[in-house]
């Protein structure tokens, strides 16, 4: 059973910064994918940033130069670094998994991932 937990959501101002991790669990294939995604009220799941076992990664345009994914893997560990925050990245996070080594232009595309975590709320006020 693989469980993803995420964590380091929050509110912060225009230009903030904030961390989000991603712990996973359970999981024992050598070849995998991960992504962030994140839902905003009213809108669809959208793609943020995701990245292969093999550390191929991929960035929507929005946040290319911003934010920066990265896994730790001895500690089963997915992050998302998010520098420059803007009001528009609000919304709620969620960490996901698939097991199997995405193409690049697939790892943003939620239905490709089979495990997802619970969310955490990111807030970015004017």
């Known amino acids: 059973q693989v469980q993803l937990v995420e964590s380091g959501g929050g509110s912060v101002q225009t230009g903030g910064s904030l961390r989000l991790s991603c712990v996973a669990s359970?999981?024992?294939?050598?070849?995998?994918?991960m992504g962030w995604f994140r839902q905003a009220p009213g809108k669809e799941r959208e793609g943020v940033a995701g990245?292969?076992?093999?550390?191929?990664?991929s960035y929507a345009d929005s946040v290319k130069g911003r934010f920066t994914i990265s896994q730790d893997k001895a500690k089963n560990t997915l992050n998302l670094q998010m520098n420059s925050l803007k009001p528009e990245d609000t919304g709620i996070y969620y960490c996901a998994a698939a097991g199997a080594r995405l193409s690049w232009w697939s790892l943003l595309r939620p239905i490709y991932y089979s495990y997802w975590g619970q969310g955490t709320q990111v807030t970015v006020s004017s």
């Open positions: 990245i292969t076992s093999d550390g191929i990664t």
């Open positions: 359970g999981y024992t294939n050598s070849n995998y994918s």
